[in-house]
């Protein structure tokens, strides 16, 4: 009986792990396939993105011969550059290369192969250097969106004319400037050093970064200094009472508010009562510390609660008082995991675009801010602007700059992972 019972007992035991065998199998296979699902979206994500942003790195320009004679930049009187004609040489240059503009209607659709931005290009080159009034130059000045468009192959030509923004005739021009090789593909520079503009070949994400920059480096300077310092009073020095309890309870609270509510709370404190600019990186920062704060709080206790016990028992053995021991011992062991926070903080801090919203950071805003009181605008908020244009142009200028967002967002990243393991000590 013994030995029968035994092997019954194998059996059934050999049953049992053979079932638990295969349901590990099964979990195992279903984690894998849950990953694979993941990666093939973010794959697909990035393609999607570097395919419809990659072209906005790249600008369409024309190469016109300038003639910079008085008596056509001031046919009226004497030269003055603030009211000089630069549109009339421009368009006299383009009409030169093509030959057969004849008529009213002909010459406003030649008019609108130019950007509005060329005329403007010949007026700083003379502005930097009036010595070329009078002489005939060569430039690159840019053409208009739809131009760059169509030779992007973002615009049918097979369509009906009246289903696409180029005429028949502006495309026959386009293609005999393409014959003359007078249009020429460049590095879009635009796009990194010009701020918003209503004329999407014009436009360029620059102010928005300079915003962002701006927001960013108030955020960390108020969220960081102030969430360790909460941190390590509530786990160091709060006594455990009913008020710190609550305080406690808050601030897990606040790291699940939604962000909006941060931002209605900037506009009546920040900006109502205390009177911050609107629209600027100041009230904008302060916005995004307020969301970040609570985010590092709880990051840094959690760092601060992972020390050893025995770090500061054996620190107050031998002699070190309460603040030596927080100071010296317990604060650099566990800045690595306070930095983590900060990360996920800061990461979280500039993708947030509902709060700036609230305070006018979605005002269009064409300068370059030069200080953090000067209106200025986000990435994601620029973004969310261009994504709501209608003109194919922007589109692409909208991947191109989420591909920017993402690439700074991946710098911040490296460069606090750097400082994190450069802090990381070992115990």
Do not use: C
């Not at 370059?368 to 200028?397: H, K, M, N």
């Amino acid at each position: 009986m013994n030995v029968r019972s035994k092997s019954m007992t194998r059996e059934i035991v050999e049953a049992g792990l053979a079932k638990r065998r295969r349901k590990d199998r099964v979990f195992r296979t279903l984690g894998l396939l849950s990953t694979a699902v993941g990666l093939v979206f973010l794959i697909t994500f990035f393609a999607t993105l570097a395919s419809q942003g990659a072209s906005a790195f790249k600008q369409t320009h024309i190469i016109l011969n300038i003639e910079l004679s008085r008596e056509l930049l001031a046919p009226d009187g004497p030269f003055d550059i603030d009211y000089a004609d630069f549109d009339a040489v421009v368009r006299q240059a383009l009409r030169r290369e093509l030959g057969d503009v004849n008529g009213r209607r002909d010459r406003r659709e030649m008019n609108r192969l130019l950007s509005i931005g060329a005329a403007y290009q010949v007026k700083d080159t003379i502005a930097k250097n009036p010595d070329l009034l009078g002489s005939t130059l060569k430039m690159l000045l840019p053409v208009s969106a739809d131009v760059d468009m169509l030779l992007k192959g973002n615009i049918d030509r097979d369509l009906e004319q009246s289903q696409r923004p180029l005429s028949d005739r502006q495309i026959e021009w386009v293609d005999r400037l393409i014959e003359k090789d007078r249009l020429v593909s460049r590095f879009n520079s635009a796009l990194f050093s010009n701020g918003d503009s209503r004329e999407p070949e014009l436009s360029g994400i620059r102010g928005a970064l300079m915003g962002s920059v701006y927001m960013l480096l108030i955020t960390i300077l108020i969220a960081f200094p102030v969430g360790v310092a909460t941190a390590i009073y509530l786990e160091e020095f709060a006594p455990r009472n009913f008020w710190a309890d609550l305080v406690e309870v808050n601030i897990n609270n606040l790291a699940a508010v939604p962000s909006i509510v941060f931002g209605l709370l900037g506009l009546a404190v920040f900006i109502n009562w205390i009177g911050v600019p609107r629209s600027s990186s100041l009230v904008g920062g302060l916005v995004l510390a307020l969301i970040t704060l609570p985010v590092i709080i709880i990051a840094s206790r959690a760092a601060i609660k992972a020390v050893p016990p025995s770090i500061r028992e054996a620190a107050t053995g031998l002699g070190a008082s309460r603040m030596q021991v927080v100071a010296h011992h317990v604060l650099p062991l566990a800045l690595p995991g306070m930095l983590t926070g900060a990360i996920i903080g800061m990461s979280r801090a500039l993708g947030e675009s509902a709060p700036l919203l609230m305070i006018g950071m979605v005002a269009f805003i064409v300068d370059v801010p030069a200080g953090f009181t000067d209106p200025a605008t986000a990435l994601p908020v620029q973004i969310y602007l261009w994504a709501d244009s209608p003109e194919r142009a922007f589109a692409e200028r909208t991947a191109a700059a989420i591909i920017v967002l993402l690439g700074f967002l991946l710098l911040m990243n490296l460069a606090a992972v750097i400082m994190r393991r450069r802090v990381e000590r070992q115990w």
